[in-house]
């Protein structure tokens, strides 16, 4: 696939990006992102007209999308017996026709198709309050990292192309989404409980003060995370990246935008490109925890 429709067209006015831009970012970094959007039901986030006009999240793949782009029919825990039928991204061909059709961000499942009730990832996001200072944020990282270690648990990071960072451990896939969720529950509220005055579980906002939110809320059936190299809708095409621990102390949230990934990827492989094998058990874990 090599000719793109409306090229030209701005998707980033303040930047000067264009939708030849978005599909250009996607082809370079396909070989590094699709190995984690592989098999996993997908979320998109489409912006026909660019990210100052109103866009929206699609699960239910389009029945416009061609015959030989994967789709797989995913059962609606809150509705027995209905389905919605995602799109899947096994291929560079997939990603860049899937770019094409205005999809600026893409969104992945913490299970894949084949097993939708088991997990194979936790994620802890770190939301941090308007006045939260970086360094703060990074050492809460830090801390969270020594949380899941302790536990057994090997901890990835990326950052979110937004205000925080993800911590994302690999799991063998042994326990469901509630016993994976209460894991990563108990985790957040161990930490919370160690520095109540810095960090929160609080659900609502008017509880959580300046406080960074430790959110566990992804780690549910249905629910996604950023996928790594995704673009992200916000002004300077920020890049969720993944990050080595060692850069954390020299890296920013939004730190990252389509040129500095091509040269970072000149230059170094992806952090994640082996995180499966660091797979550790859930219920190991959560005994450990408790």
């Given at each position: 696939?090599?000719?793109?429709?409306?090229?030209?067209?701005?998707?980033?006015?303040?930047?000067?990006?264009?939708?030849?831009?978005?599909?250009?970012?996607?082809?370079?970094?396909?070989?590094?992102?699709?190995?984690?959007?592989?098999?996993?039901?997908?979320?998109?986030?489409?912006?026909?007209?660019?990210?100052?006009?109103?866009?929206?999240?699609?699960?239910e793949a389009s029945a416009h999308f061609p015959e030989w782009l994967r789709t797989e029919r995913v059962p609606q825990r809150t509705k027995p017996g209905e389905f919605v039928r995602h799109a899947v991204c096994d291929d560079a061909t997939t990603l860049e026709y899937l770019a094409s059709q205005a999809t600026i961000e893409f969104h992945i499942w913490l299970s894949r198709v084949d097993s939708l009730d088991n997990p194979d990832l936790l994620v802890l996001d770190l939301d941090p309050a308007d006045t939260t200072g970086l360094p703060e944020l990074r050492d809460v990282a830090r801390r969270a990292r020594s949380l899941f270690a302790g536990i057994g648990l090997m901890p990835y990071l990326q950052t979110t192309g937004g205000r925080g960072f993800h911590i994302v451990t690999p799991l063998l896939g042994d326990a469901g989404f509630d016993e994976v969720r209460e894991l990563a529950q108990r985790a957040a509220q161990r930490l919370a409980a160690e520095d109540r005055d810095r960090l929160?579980?609080?659900?609502?906002?008017?509880?959580?003060?300046?406080?960074?939110?430790?959110?566990?809320?992804?780690?549910?059936?249905?629910?996604?995370?950023?996928?790594?190299?995704?673009?992200?809708?916000?002004?300077?095409?920020?890049?969720?990246?993944?990050?080595?621990?060692?850069?954390?102390?020299?890296?920013?949230?939004?730190?990252?935008?389509?040129?500095?990934?091509?040269?970072?990827?000149?230059?170094?492989?992806?952090?994640?490109?082996?995180?499966?094998?660091?797979?550790?058990?859930a219920a190991r874990a959560l005994e450990k925890l408790s």
């Amino acid at each position: 696939m090599s000719d793109v429709s409306s090229a030209g067209k701005l998707f980033y006015p303040a930047d000067g990006i264009t939708k030849g831009d978005v599909v250009a970012h996607y082809r370079t970094v396909a070989d590094v992102m699709v190995p984690h959007l592989r098999g996993r039901p997908l979320t998109l986030r489409r912006y026909p007209d660019g990210i100052d006009a109103e866009g929206w999240f699609q699960k239910e793949a389009s029945a416009h999308f061609p015959e030989w782009l994967r789709t797989e029919r995913v059962p609606q825990r809150t509705k027995p017996g209905e389905f919605v039928r995602h799109a899947v991204c096994d291929d560079a061909t997939t990603l860049e026709y899937l770019a094409s059709q205005a999809t600026i961000e893409f969104h992945i499942w913490l299970s894949r198709v084949d097993s939708l009730d088991n997990p194979d990832l936790l994620v802890l996001d770190l939301d941090p309050a308007d006045t939260t200072g970086l360094p703060e944020l990074r050492d809460v990282a830090r801390r969270a990292r020594s949380l899941f270690a302790g536990i057994g648990l090997m901890p990835y990071l990326q950052t979110t192309g937004g205000r925080g960072f993800h911590i994302v451990t690999p799991l063998l896939g042994d326990a469901g989404f509630d016993e994976v969720r209460e894991l990563a529950q108990r985790a957040a509220q161990r930490l919370a409980a160690e520095d109540r005055d810095r960090l929160t579980t609080a659900q609502r906002k008017d509880k959580r003060g300046q406080r960074i939110f430790l959110d566990t809320n992804r780690n549910a059936y249905g629910q996604t995370f950023v996928a790594p190299y995704s673009l992200r809708a916000r002004p300077g095409a920020p890049v969720a990246t993944p990050i080595d621990w060692s850069e954390l102390g020299k890296t920013e949230p939004e730190g990252y935008h389509p040129r500095r990934i091509r040269q970072r990827l000149a230059r170094k492989n992806d952090p994640w490109h082996d995180i499966h094998a660091d797979a550790a058990s859930a219920a190991r874990a959560l005994e450990k925890l408790s």
